[in-house]
């Protein structure tokens, strides 16, 4: 696992003022915190950190430089603007190489399913998944493979193979993704059955035959 560099400026100002003059030089405001350290108010050029979420995955590994001190860390939570999508704090967890953390990984699906290539649908249930690694191990993304699925198949947490180093904390049996059988219109039913019975379908005109006896039955009645 890749670790990227982040250069990090210490604040002293705080509070929504102070946030937002940080944000519009384009610098997101965070905390660095972990490992018995007092939380350290920061911030980090936005660029940079989206550049490294971008490539390293969002569990990247950072080595914030912060003045002449060095620390490992992971974005712990990352808020964003909900409609701009920019960055608008982040919190830094302290790691260090060899212990172990739990983490989201985001799952990828891979594989064509032949029940999809037959009409059904693939449904998915998870789109991330619980992991436990060592700091410098955690995968950026865990595939499912589909390709193995027909119509009515269901793939589960046990069927995902974890990259070394790395365990899934989710029920074993949790459905991950599953191919389902298409849903039929009822309207279109309806016609079929109507079709196969020789009786006029709603809205079709009746055939010539039809109407002329309709017709000659309405003037005996007259």
């Not at 890749?2 to 509070?15: F, K, N």
């Not at 490539?55 to 974005?75: D, K, P, S, Y």
């Not at 109407?211 to 000659?216: I, Q, V």
């Amino acid at each position: 696992m890749s670790e990227y560099q982040l250069a990090a400026e210490s604040r002293t100002d705080t509070g929504k003022g102070a946030a937002r003059r940080i944000r519009s030089a384009g610098r997101v405001p965070a905390v660095l915190y972990g490992h018995g350290i007092k939380p350290e108010h920061l911030s980090v050029d936005a660029r940079e950190f989206g550049q490294a979420l971008r490539t390293g995955g969002a569990n990247a590994l950072l080595q914030l430089t912060l003045g002449r001190q060095r620390h490992l860390a992971l974005a712990r939570e990352v808020q964003r603007h909900p409609v701009r999508g920019s960055f608008v704090h982040i919190d830094f967890l302290v790691v260090r190489r060899g212990e172990k953390v739990t983490v989201q990984v985001p799952l990828h699906l891979v594989g064509e399913a032949p029940g999809v290539v037959e009409g059904g649908i693939l449904d998915q249930d998870l789109h991330q998944l619980n992991v436990e690694a060592e700091v410098t191990a955690v995968p950026e993304a865990i595939e499912g493979d589909v390709s193995g699925l027909g119509i009515g198949d269901v793939l589960r947490v046990a069927d995902l193979k974890a990259p070394e180093g790395a365990t899934i904390l989710d029920d074993p049996e949790a459905p991950v993704v599953s191919v389902v059988a298409p849903t039929v219109e009822p309207v279109e039913e309806e016609a079929e059955e109507a079709e196969a019975e020789g009786e006029p379908v709603e809205g079709e005109a009746p055939a010539e035959g039809e109407a002329a006896a309709e017709g000659s039955e309405g003037g005996e009645e007259a």
